[in-house]
T-cell receptor, first 113, second 114 residues
Framework: AQSVSQHNHHVILSEAASLELGCNYS??????LFWYVQYPGQHLQLLLK????DPLVKGIKGFEAEFIKSKFSFNLRKPSVQWSDTAEYFC???????????WGAGTKLIIKP | EAQVTQNPRYLITVTGKKLTVTCSQN?????MSWYRQDPGLGLRQIYY???????DKGDVPEGYKVSRKEKRNFPLILESPSPNQTSLYFC?????????????FGPGTRLLVL
């Protein structure tokens, strides 16, 4: 069965630090990958997505993610985090069997001011 | 304003007492879905619907029912809730359910079953 793994459940960083959140998925044919974010007290919203083409995808608020096919990875990055990036981040590849998303367990990111 | 709404936002109930969580979207979306979110498990899909009168099981459908009689509404029904259904529930919608579409999420319903 297809699966997704987010390596860190909790990450704590200081402002201006660089961020990389890991996401690995099991291969399921055509690859479509999403990152969603849930800010405290808010609903989930799309951060960025990859379907094809340039493996480096840019999203909102300065986030980017790189699809590395050989490593089955889609890690989320930001060069310099801000306090307002405190949130929970979910990686979600698309499942081949029914086109629904498979959701990672999430990574809670806390940015210390 | 385009949005997905859920009611109630918070609910405390007792084992066995039937309840319904409503979900409504005003974007004329064909696709709607229910998820539950539990710590360390991420989101798990309960049911989804590609259009009116078309529903399919997700990964964790046991103990839940849904109906899709109108395009805008997709209620989640717990006929006989149990404590293991204590969770945070999210409704989501997208235009047609195609994989490349962004899903729009409701604010969540926090359910406690005693």
């Amino acid at each position: 069965a297809q699966s997704v793994s987010q390596h860190n459940h909790h990450v704590i960083l200081s402002e201006a630090a660089s961020l990389e959140l890991g996401c690995n998925y099991s291969y399921g044919g055509t690859v479509n990958l999403f990152w969603y974010v849930q800010y405290p007290g808010q609903h989930l919203q799309l951060l960025l997505k990859y379907f094809s083409g340039d493996p480096l995808v840019k999203g909102i608020k300065g986030f980017e993610a790189e699809f590395i096919k050989s490593k089955f990875s889609f890690n989320l990055r930001k060069p310099s985090v801000q306090w307002s990036d405190t949130a929970e981040y979910f990686c979600a590849p698309r499942r081949d069997s029914n086109y629904q998303l498979i959701w990672g367990a999430g990574t809670k990111l806390i940015i210390k001011p | 304003e385009a949005q997905v709404t859920q009611n109630p936002r918070y609910l405390i109930t007792v084992t066995g007492k039937k309840l319904t969580v409503t979900c409504s979207q005003n974007m004329n979306h064909e696709y709607m879905s229910w998820y539950r979110q539990d710590p360390g498990l991420g989101l798990r899909q309960i049911y989804y619907s590609m259009n009116v009168e078309v529903t399919d099981k997700g990964d964790v459908p046991e103990g839940y029912k849904v109906s899709r009689k109108e395009k805008r509404n997709f209620p989640l029904i717990l006929e006989s809730p149990s404590p293991n259904q204590t969770s945070l529930y999210f409704c989501a919608s997208s235009l047609t359910g195609l994989f490349q579409e962004t899903q729009y999420f409701g604010p969540g319903t926090r359910l406690l079953v005693l």
